[in-house]
């Protein structure tokens, strides 16, 4: 098991940036395939971005390619996710999540959470 726990959000314009940040607690952080999803009021919760145990590997969502860049940093058991030229539609609730081995795409295969951290991008 790792605990997760999501800080960074807030309210920002559209244009404007943003980075979150994901600590974990509890095993190896090394060992965990990372990834960030988000869930828009009224909407199901969808895959953002995910990275693999070295880092270096990622996935984007189409939505977020070229605008957002996951990243890790396994000695502070930290993953990233630093977001750019927001727009309102990027208005959400943030999640992180972990798993063990690769790095997908598919939430049904994170078995560990975070609380989610709320991100609003005002027009």
């Known amino acids: 098991q790792v605990q997760l726990v999501e800080s960074g959000g807030g309210l920002v314009q559209a244009g404007g940036s943003l980075r979150l940040s994901c600590a974990a607690s509890g095993r190896t952080f090394s060992s965990y395939a990372m990834g960030w999803f988000r869930q828009a009021p009224g909407k199901e919760r969808e895959f953002v971005a995910s990275?693999?145990?070295?880092?270096?590997?990622?996935y984007y969502s189409d939505s977020v390619k070229g605008r957002f860049t996951i990243s890790r940093d396994n000695a502070k058991k930290t993953v990233y996710l630093q977001m750019s030229s927001l727009k309102p539609e990027d208005t959400a609730v943030y999640y992180c999540?972990?798993?063990?081995?690769?790095?997908?795409?598919?939430?049904?295969?994170?078995?560990?959470w975070g609380q989610g951290t709320q991100v609003t991008v005002s027009s």
């Open positions: 999540a972990a798993k063990d081995g690769v790095a997908t795409m598919t939430q049904k295969s994170y078995d560990n």
């Open positions: 990275i693999s145990l070295s880092g270096k590997i990622t």
